[in-house]
């Protein structure tokens, strides 16, 4: 769920009850560090990690998406300095039980940091406000049955 598009590296851990799915795009804009940190932010904003979950080690990471455990740790000292993760002595590093507000507050800054390029982007390109609000409604009622429909066939009604 949380993934850039391209060909991306994926991963899913199971490890100490924690189900996390990273995916990075090696190729694409964002740097793979900077992937990460965003995919660890969504997740702890869309309630999928919670504060005192262990996140996977660095070694284990670099080892799960093939990459440098230097990027790893790169976005784990991010993270850190975000104050969304603190090291737990002598295991990892965990989800600040405090860590949601300020997830919540990244996310909604990257969607509209995203939006406005968009509608900037259109704009330049000469589509109308209708249009666009046009646009806008098609596209979020569209998301929404996607949504619908893939947690009904999860088993999971809500969402």
């Known amino acids: ?30 740097p793979i560090y900077e992937q990460i940190v965003r995919q660890v932010k969504l997740a702890v904003a869309d309630g999928i990690l919670v504060g005192g979950q262990m996140l996977p080690s660095v070694r284990q990471l670099a080892n799960d998406l093939a990459i440098n455990s230097n990027t790893i740790a790169r976005a784990y000292q991010e993270l850190q300095s975000d104050q969304v993760i603190e090291p737990l002595r002598g ?10 507000k300020r997830c919540t507050k990244a996310r909604n ?10 509608l900037a982007d259109a704009l330049a390109g000469g589509m109308t406000a209708d249009e666009l609000r046009e646009l806008f409604e098609s596209e979020l009622t569209r998301q929404l ?13 809500s969402h």
Do not use: W
Request: aromatic letters at 6%; a neutral charge; glycine letters at 8%.
């Open 1 to 30: 769920m949380y993934h850039d598009s391209g060909t991306p590296n994926r991963v899913h851990s199971n490890r100490e009850c924690l189900p996390m799915f990273f995916s990075v795009d090696p190729d694409g804009d964002v």
């Open 91 to 100: 295991r990892g590093m965990i989800v600040r039980r405090d860590a949601i």
């Open 109 to 118: 800054s990257l969607v509209t940091d995203s939006f406005r390029r968009a």
């Open 145 to 157: 049955k996607e949504i619908e429909q893939t947690a009904r066939a999860s088993g999971n009604g």
